[in-house]
């Protein structure tokens, strides 16, 4: 029950300008995620299944894969009380990011002194 609140934001900003969204969450405790590592870690099965094949390509190939994903969000809607979907500037919208996931992969340097971890998907 204390665990469940402390993943629940109290609040959630994006600063289209920055570059960031910042999540103050119940217990006080406030982490900013820079839109471009949320991109890159959206956690949606075809994102996912993409990363996959780019960690197994070499250099090369992943070079010629077309322009970058959008690293702007359109849109932020909650889903039920547990996470946050994004819809991105290209259409994208598949990505549910799971607050508790969020929550540990805190980019501050007293949550993950070595950078963040990986998002963790939500399955
Ligand atoms: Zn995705
Ligand atoms: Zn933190």
């Known amino acids: 029950m204390l665990d469940m609140t402390h993943h629940r934001p109290q609040d959630l900003t994006v600063d289209r300008a920055a570059g960031t969204l910042t999540v103050l969450w ?20 075809t994102c996912r299944e993409q990363r996959r094949e780019a960690a197994l390509q070499v ?13 702007e969000i359109i849109n932020a809607e909650l889903v039920g009380n547990y996470a946050v979907r994004f819809t991105w500037a290209d259409g994208h919208d598949t990505g549910i990011y799971v607050f508790s996931a969020l929550r540990q992969s805190c980019p501050c340097a007293d949550c993950n002194p070595s950078g963040p971890p990986p998002l963790l998907p939500d399955d």
């Open 26 to 45: 119940q217990g006080g405790h406030r982490s900013t995620y820079p839109l471009r590592w949320l991109r890159a870690n959206c956690p949606c099965a």
């Open 59 to 71: 250099d090369t190939l992943t070079l010629s894969a077309g322009p970058p994903p959008s690293t």
